[in-house]
């Protein structure tokens, strides 16, 4: 299971918000990339997740997005805790 921590007022940037015009949350991305990516070597996969976690301005460890990696290769449930802060 991941960790991040994300301000209240960038949420839109990790869940979509139809209230918001940010059109990069990373949750729609990683869903997609899944779908697309199952069975695919980890090492191809990474670099897609690295790619959406910059779009959505989200600081992703290396290591958190091999787990994440890991998870869309093999078809595994992935979680992720998010920690919201006030500002």
Do not use: C, W
């Not at 959505?56 to 890991?70: I, M, P, R, S, Y």
Request: hydrophobic letters at 45%; a neutral charge.
């Amino acid at each position: 299971m991941g960790e991040i921590t994300v301000s209240a007022q960038h949420i839109d940037h990790l869940v979509p918000d139809p209230a918001s015009a940010y059109g990069a949350p990373y949750m729609q991305a990683y869903a997609t990339l899944a779908a697309s990516n199952r069975s695919r070597p980890v090492a191809e996969i990474i670099p897609l997740l690295r790619k959406a976690a910059d779009a959505a301005l989200l600081g992703f460890t290396g290591a958190d997005l091999v787990e994440q990696a890991k998870a869309i290769s093999s078809g595994a449930r992935y979680e992720l805790r998010v920690r919201v802060t006030g500002g």
